[in-house]
């Protein structure tokens, strides 16, 4: 014969669930903290170096599409949202402050190449070999991020694979599709 139900059925956790998961909600609190403010923290030192670099490819990628725009104008259209995704990803990583989202550069200076109206060493000389050096430059920066996710711990691996991504659709629009 089954045993009848407490008259007082009580809702909400019980006393052991909470003394059982109270120590653990602290060991995790005090590992993330730890995590975040230790100072000697390999893990958390090759984190914020990952970010550092991440955010600065980014920034040089940024850079770059600001040279290809000034130097081939009839390709801004096509561009400039693509370069406003890498200007977002920089900042993302931390990066980013000095660059403008509009698709030009915040100041001179941000972008040496965009400054000159004739093509930059490093913008080729006509449209299709233009795009094609940027598709190389997205590939190229898409596979090290690719390659750096497996070395730092979960947000920051999954931001790096989330934008190798992007990287990698980048790489397509600029050679297949249209952008």
Avoid: Q, W
């Avoid at 795009?131 to 430059?137: N, V």
């Amino acid at each position: 014969m089954p045993f009848p139900s407490s008259p007082r059925a009580r809702s909400g956790p019980r006393r052991r669930s909470l003394l059982a998961a109270g120590p653990a909600a602290f060991v995790l609190a005090g590992c993330t903290a730890g995590d975040r403010t230790g100072p000697g923290d390999g893990t958390m030192s090759a984190e914020r170096t990952a970010r550092a670099r991440a955010a600065r490819d980014s920034e040089e990628l940024a850079a770059r599409y600001d040279a290809v725009i000034t130097a081939r104008p009839a390709l801004a259209e096509r561009l400039r949202p693509l370069r406003e995704e890498t200007v977002r990803h920089a900042r993302a990583f931390g990066g980013g402050r000095g660059a403008s989202p509009s698709g030009s550069p915040a100041s001179p200076s941000a972008s040496p190449a965009a400054a000159s109206p004739s093509p930059g060493p490093g913008v080729p000389g006509n449209d299709k070999d233009a795009l094609a050096a940027l598709a190389t430059a997205e590939r190229e920066l898409a596979d090290r991020r690719a390659k750096a996710l497996l070395g730092v711990p979960g947000e920051t691996a999954r931001l790096l694979a989330s934008v190798a991504a992007s990287g990698a659709a980048h790489v397509y629009l600029l050679t297949e599709g249209k952008a």
